[in-house]
């Protein structure tokens, strides 16, 4: 179970290496979007109105609802990457058979959430980080999702002519001031198709569209020769999979774009790993598109840790 967005695509991803035998026929828990409707498209879902940070009324609303479906469907082991959806189920996963596990989301490589915070309170919910400095006595490290990519250059790579911008679904988050840095840095020519999620750009001249779709989404970053991203999770991991190397742009709070500054903490793991060329709004430029465009992305597996007697 998780949040839409990064958080879903996380897990999502996760699931073949969390459960290798049993993910195609769990129960996923999660709220109703272009995004989950697409990518769940077939599988075992229940969709549950949003939680959205720091809700915590909403969180207790839909507890029982949750629960409920857990025991409804047997359920024995419940993951979740977050966000606040996790509160909704781990703590109270064992009333009803099952044992809960957390997985930190990549965007808290610094240490954890709220969510986090909250969940490792409850000394029978198992919590794991994906980055083993963060491991103790209470936090595990398993693996992490960075693990499965590197990176190589692109020799004579043409200019970028195509890219996709895209500023993920969060509400009520807007970042208008990547949108007009980017108008202000493109080439008159450039192809631009634009994903702004709740950011208002009525006034601005572009053809933007608020959502798409998971395979809309993945179609996009596959034809797009670079993708400028807010820094979000899913978006980073999807660019990965495609073999792009993205441009992350952290969203701040000091302009009001997000509830605090944890997207500076993937895109700077990301641009340290290789895996990323990350810019605040300001220093942006055309250059670093070019510089995006002379990387790809490629794969490097990881290899499932069995973990005798779990079951999903």
């Known amino acids: 179970m998780a949040t839409t967005g990064g958080h879903l695509v996380q897990m999502n991803l996760m699931a073949p290496l969390l459960e290798p035998e049993r993910h195609e026929d769990a129960l996923w828990i999660t709220h109703a979007s272009p995004q989950s409707e697409s990518m769940l498209a077939g599988r075992n879902v229940m969709y549950v109105p949003p939680i959205h940070a720091r809700e915590w009324h909403n969180v207790l609303r839909r ?26 189920a781990l703590p109270g996963a064992t009333l009803v058979g099952a044992q809960p596990r957390y997985i ?18 409850f000394p029978w919910v198992t919590v794991n980080t994906q980055y083993p400095q963060n491991a103790n006595d209470r936090w595990r490290y398993e693996h992490s999702l960075l693990d499965s990519f590197t990176a ?10 195509k890219i996709f911008v895209t500023l993920g679904t969060a509400r ?12 202000d840095i ?11 999620g709740v950011t208002d750009v009525s006034d601005l001249p ?42 992350m742009v952290p969203r701040r709070a000091a302009h009001r774009e997000h509830v ?10 990301a641009q340290s790993r290789g895996l990323a060329i990350m810019r605040e709004v300001d220093e942006l430029t055309n250059a670093d598109l070019q510089l995006a465009a002379a990387r790809r992305a490629l794969p490097a597996p990881i290899v499932p840790r069995p973990r005798p007697g779990s079951r999903s």
């Open 152 to 161: 190589e250059r692109v020799e004579d790579a043409p200019a970028p002519r």
């Open 206 to 247: 572009i053809d933007a569209r608020p959502m798409l779709s998971d395979a809309e989404f993945r179609a996009e970053i596959e034809q797009a020769d670079v993708v400028v991203t807010h820094s979000g999770c899913g978006t980073f991991m999807r660019c990965l999979a495609a073999g792009r190397i993205p441009v």
């Open 260 to 269: 605090d500054d944890h997207q500076e903490q993937i895109a700077t793991v």
């Open 63 to 88: 507890t029982p609802t949750v629960l409920h479906a857990l025991r409804r469907n047997r359920v024995d082991t419940v993951y979740s990457t977050g966000a606040a959806l996790a509160l909704a």
């Open 186 to 196: 493109l080439p008159a020519d450039t192809d631009v198709v634009w994903q702004t």
């Open 104 to 121: 930190e989301s990549l965007a808290r490589s610094s240490g954890p959430s709220l969510s986090g915070r909250v969940l490792e309170r």
């Open 172 to 183: 009520p988050w807007q970042f208008r001031r990547l949108v007009t840095r980017m108008l």
